[in-house]
DNA sequence: ATGAAAGCGCTAACAA
DNA sequence: TTGTTAGCGCTTTCAT
């Protein structure tokens, strides 16, 4: 069964150039003549044809691959972002290799080394800690990177990340519109660029509403965890009542917290407001009125696709940050309303 | 900045061979000198080597990339899935390619052929339908390939999946255990095997414990979706009062009844078992009573990626079935017990 | 213990 | 409009 374009030449007698013009598709371009076209199309058709990826890589230098860095894949928000970003890559003829690095940096370096290594054309890391992976490559190499969801300060490749700020506004204004006294911001990773936007957010709108003691009302943990909203809320329930409102840094700190709550005061007070990032169907399991901030993982997916298809087509463009709007959603509540979304 | 073995071998003044065999470490095996070693060992150190997988594909005509085919990314049952081969291939030295396919037959086909056409040395695939990829092949193609969570009856590839009938059986056991009479299973996409196999084990269950007319308390919807658990739920409710207990194919089903619920009579009774397949934290958000049936999926892909690699070593293995036990989860409830997993 | 050379299948530059 | 050719960087076989 035939299958490279040599063996289609000598079975057509035709060279491996006019095979390989028509194969790609560029027979009108070459004005290949017709007849010759319709004879080795049959022979396609027939027999069928692929092109062998490696062989044109190496002819190519480039691999029509991209790589895709993240921590944690089982993390529902990564899980999307990768679901778009393949979905992108499917309609560009390219495929996606994605590693995870378990927030370690150490892996991180590996796993961006291997892709390297497999020849990737370019990168999309959500980096755990200031990237800078120069060190990592050949001298001269110079791999297309872009950043996504995570924006360290002086990073030196372009990101798209989501405006964390603007949600932690607006996530912490909403909260305190129900009038319930504001007890708490549990956070995770407080060190993470997200997460200290969404603290910034956060301070923001105390301020502006007034709170005076919002600097005591951050309880901080170094992980993000269900297990780190337990601590948080246990620490928050040593120091008195069951709070009437709080808002944490994820979900799985706000699964954490209810969990200690439970185990604390036998039950989840149905008048506490919550308020937390990452919004999913199950908050409306909660008869609390709950708000959540939503990520739009589709457009971060394909802004950062459209910023590294720009770096890899050579142009070059300077390290600029791209943000994404969260969205405001109101989840739980006796009875649900239809999720109402109100853009930020 | 020395790249290719030729080059290192002419800046050392060796040839490419003994380079070559010293950069993959069979220097002893082939006896090179130690002073050779040292001296290329040096170099290599010095300015990075890293091998070309295009050009060793090509020769070898192996790619050490395996592709993963699922139905949904953004399903965290598959992402857990994904990551877990992922961290596998890793430890092998292999990368993994993932495609998604969106239930849909023809994305898959597409998927498939694409995988392939990239040389993937082996493919594990959810498949949505009865899977037969011959035809996507050149013909005397043989590419390795194992099924995963969902084994069709007629296929003729190698599947691991979980043990959905005897999940059914426990799950549906420690619902009706209760003793609050057992009102519904909703099932969303029933005629995928996996749901197939939940009905039978719920059937069982059922019939062991005397409910006469459990064939009407299944209640079908062909997605599996949200959408599909409130369709659902909003059937029940009009043939009479919010149900005691009820089991759910999924979560997503789950997610939609309840939501249906809080619609109808406000709230979620809280006096309301209910079971579901899918395990989450947040089923801890609920007051009620819940079990869950959690499936493994480090072990599924444990065992995916050892059947896999048995195949790539090319012995002949005729296919066969593994089967992986979920754990039964208890959710809820007013206050939170330690998540207690009884194995199956 | 080390080297030379062929060839994997493709592309691109040039030739006819 | 079609054909010829030279490599891309690696592995392998055979020579030394």
Redesign the interface.
């Known amino acids: 069964?035939p299958?490279t374009v040599a063996e289609i030449a000598r079975e057509t007698g035709f060279s491996a150039t006019t095979v390989r013009l028509i194969a790609n598709g560029q027979a009108g371009k070459y004005r290949i003549s017709e007849a010759t076209a319709k004879i080795v199309e049959e022979q396609i058709r027939r027999y069928?044809f692929?092109?062998?990826?490696?062989?044109r890589?190496?002819k190519l230098k480039r691999?029509d691959t991209i790589g895709l860095v993240v921590p944690?894949?089982?993390n529902?928000f990564f899980?999307?972002l990768?679901?778009g970003l393949?979905?992108l890559c499917?309609g560009s003829g390219l495929?996606?290799?994605?590693?995870?690095t378990n927030e370690n940096p150490d892996l991180e370096d590996r796993?961006i080394r291997?892709?390297?290594?497999?020849?990737v054309d370019g990168l999309i890391v959500a980096p755990c800690r200031t990237p800078d992976y120069g060190r990592l490559f050949?001298?001269?190499a110079k791999m297309p990177i872009v950043a996504v969801d995570r924006a360290y300060p002086d990073s030196r490749y372009p990101s798209v990340v989501s405006d964390n700020v603007e949600a932690g506004l607006t996530l912490t204004r909403a909260v305190l519109a129900t009038g319930a006294p504001l007890t708490a911001f549990f956070c995770g990773q407080p060190e993470l660029p997200t997460i200290a936007g969404r603290i910034r957010g956060f301070a923001a709108a105390c301020q502006e509403a007034g709170v005076a003691d919002w600097k005591e009302l951050i309880l901080r943990t170094a992980e993000n965890s269900?297990g780190a909203g337990r601590t948080l809320m246990g620490q928050l329930l040593e120091r008195g009542r069951p709070p009437a409102s709080f808002v944490c840094s994820s979900?799985?700190v706000l699964?954490g917290a209810?969990?200690r709550l439970?185990?604390r005061i036998?039950?989840?007070p149905p008048e506490t407001v919550m308020g937390t990032f990452d919004d999913?169907?199950?908050?409306?399991?909660?008869?609390n009125r709950v708000f959540s901030a939503r990520q739009n993982e589709r457009e971060l997916a394909s802004l950062a696709f459209a910023q590294l298809k720009e770096l890899l087509s050579g142009r070059i463009s300077p390290p600029e940050q791209t943000i994404v709007s969260f969205q405001l959603v109101r989840r739980g509540?006796?009875?649900?309303e239809p999720a109402a979304g109100a853009g930020l």
Chains 1, 2 share one sequence.
Do not use: Y
């Open positions: 069964m299958k069928g692929v092109v062998n990826h490696a062989a890589s190496l691999t944690e894949l089982s529902a899980a999307r990768m679901s393949e979905e499917r495929v996606l290799l994605t590693s995870s796993a291997s892709l390297w290594a497999r020849g050949a001298k001269n269900v979900l799985m699964e209810t969990q439970k185990e036998g039950r989840i999913q169907e199950s908050l409306d399991f909660l008869p509540g006796a009875r649900c």
